[in-house]
C-alpha cells in the first residue's frame, strides 16, 4: 500500500462510497466538495492509496482549505496582540473547513497525516499570499479535543479553534524555503 494525498478528481475518486461517521462532513464531500474546488472556492485533498486500481480509487480521507478573512473587531484583543494583528483592520486566515477519515480506516493515524499535509498546504499559502491564523469549527467535543492534541488553541467568544501561521513557520521551514523560492 502506497499512500498519496492530491487535489480531488471527481473523475478518479470515488466520491460516494466515503462515509467518516458525520453527515455534514459526508454530505459536504459528496455534493459540494467537487464543485468547490473546480469553482476555486475551496480545495479539496485527499488520500487514496496508489496501489488501488479501481476505475474510480478508494478515498479513505480527505480535509479542505478555504480563504478566511476576520474585521479587527471580530478578534479579541488578547488573541490580537499575542499575534500582533492589532489594527489590521482585516486579518487574513485560512479555514480548515472539513477533515474526515472514512470509518473503516479509522483509528490508523491518517487523520494525522491528512492534518499535517493541510498544515503544510496553508502555510505554503500564506507564505505567497499572506495568512495569520489557520482556524477550524470542531464538529462536536471529540472532533475538539482531537484538535487540541495538535496545537489548536481556543479562540475566544466562540467555539472556534486557531493556530498561529507562525507556529507552523517555525514547524517547516522547508515549506517557507520552497515558497519563498517558488517561481510559479
Ligand atoms: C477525527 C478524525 C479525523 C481522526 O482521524 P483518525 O485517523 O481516526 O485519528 P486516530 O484515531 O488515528 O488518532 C490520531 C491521534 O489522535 C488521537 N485522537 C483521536 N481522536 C481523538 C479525540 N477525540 N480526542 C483526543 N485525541 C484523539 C489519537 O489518540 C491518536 O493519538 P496517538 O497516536 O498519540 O494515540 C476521524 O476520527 C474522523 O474522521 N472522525 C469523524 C469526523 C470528524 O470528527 N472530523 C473532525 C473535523 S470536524
Not at 487523520?111 to 498544515?119: I, R, S, T
Request: proline share 4%; hydrophobic share 40%.
Amino acid at each position: 500500500m502506497r499512500l498519496t494525498i492530491t487535489p480531488l478528481d471527481p473523475s478518479m475518486h470515488n466520491r460516494r462510497a466515503f462515509s467518516c461517521g458525520s453527515s455534514s462532513i459526508d454530505t459536504y464531500f459528496h455534493e459540494v466538495a467537487a464543485q468547490a474546488s473546480k469553482q476555486l472556492h475551496a480545495q479539496t485533498y485527499v488520500l487514496t492509496d496508489t496501489d488501488d486500481h479501481s476505475a474510480l480509487r478508494t478515498v479513505l480521507g480527505f480535509y479542505t482549505l478555504t480563504p478566511h478573512e476576520y474585521r479587527d473587531e471580530e478578534m479579541d484583543s488578547t488573541t490580537a496582540r499575542a499575534l500582533k494583528l492589532k489594527n489590521l483592520r482585516r486579518i487574513p486566515a485560512i479555514l480548515l473547513g472539513q477533515l474526515g477519515v472514512t470509518v473503516d480506516w479509522q483509528h490508523r493515524r491518517l487523520g494525522p497525516m491528512l492534518l499535517e499535509h493541510a498544515f503544510r498546504k496553508a502555510l505554503f499559502a500564506s507564505c505567497c499570499v499572506g495568512g495569520a491564523l489557520l482556524v477550524t469549527d470542531p464538529i462536536d467535543d471529540a472532533a475538539r479535543s482531537f484538535y487540541r492534541r495538535f496545537e489548536f488553541q481556543e479562540l475566544a467568544g466562540g467555539s472556534r479553534l486557531y493556530l498561529a501561521m507562525k507556529t507552523l513557520a517555525k514547524l517547516y521551514p522547508d515549506v517557507v524555503a520552497a515558497a519563498k523560492s517558488s517561481v510559479a
